[in-house]
């Protein structure tokens, strides 16, 4: 079985609130790809994601947001989900983190609220994403192109506007990680 992530770590970083399936599915393709993945959060424990209109299921947490370093992972996974992004945007070691992958060109994926977390100022100049229209001038000010395809994948930035793009995402996801593991590599 071909498993072009096989030695690479993914940082799923998610807080209680989390859109569940901007999750899970991203991370059942990651996992058949041979990645090891790692919830990263700022809770203890576990954290418990949202499905639909209620609470969803429990997940268990790695490592907390403080504790890590962006160095630890080759990658990061940004699922989407209002009530996680707004507790990730109170936490300053989250922008410490995504900070770190968008300087290092590491790859990051993001899905609908979840594009909210790359609004780093300076952080996004020159780069071409998509977002739900509530973002879109956040990610303007922080110096980002918006379009207005429901995905956008560039070099090492993969973004998608909702959960209805969730399957071309997951696809995405699975085949850009994929090559920036084979291009590492090769290097």
């Given at each position: 079985m071909d498993q072009p992530l096989a030695g690479k770590t993914i940082a799923i970083l998610v807080a209680?609130?989390?859109?569940?399936?901007?999750?899970?599915e991203p991370q059942r393709a990651l996992l058949k790809t041979g990645a090891a993945l790692r919830?990263?959060?700022p809770e203890q424990g576990l954290v418990n994601g949202?499905?639909?209109?209620?609470?969803?299921?429990?997940?268990p947490v790695d490592k907390q947001v403080g504790d890590v370093l962006g160095s630890d992972y080759d990658m990061l996974l940004l699922p989407g989900g209002e009530r996680s992004i707004v507790k990730l945007l109170q936490n300053a070691?989250?922008?410490?983190?995504?900070?770190?992958?968008?300087d290092a060109g590491k790859p990051v994926a993001a899905i609908d609220e979840g594009v909210q977390l790359l609004a780093i100022p300076g952080k996004l100049k020159g780069r071409t994403l998509t977002a739900p229209d509530a973002l879109k001038d956040e990610l303007t000010a922080a110096g980002a192109t918006v379009s207005e395809e429901p995905l956008v994948v560039g070099d090492t930035l993969i973004t998608a506007r909702s959960v209805d793009d969730l399957p071309a995402f997951v696809e995405q996801v699975v085949k850009a990680f994929g090559e920036a593991a084979s291009l590492k590599k090769a290097a």
């Open positions: 209680n609130g989390f859109e569940e399936t901007t999750m899970t919830t990263i959060s949202w499905h639909g209109k209620a609470w969803g299921h429990y997940f070691h989250t922008r410490r983190i995504v900070g770190h992958f968008l």
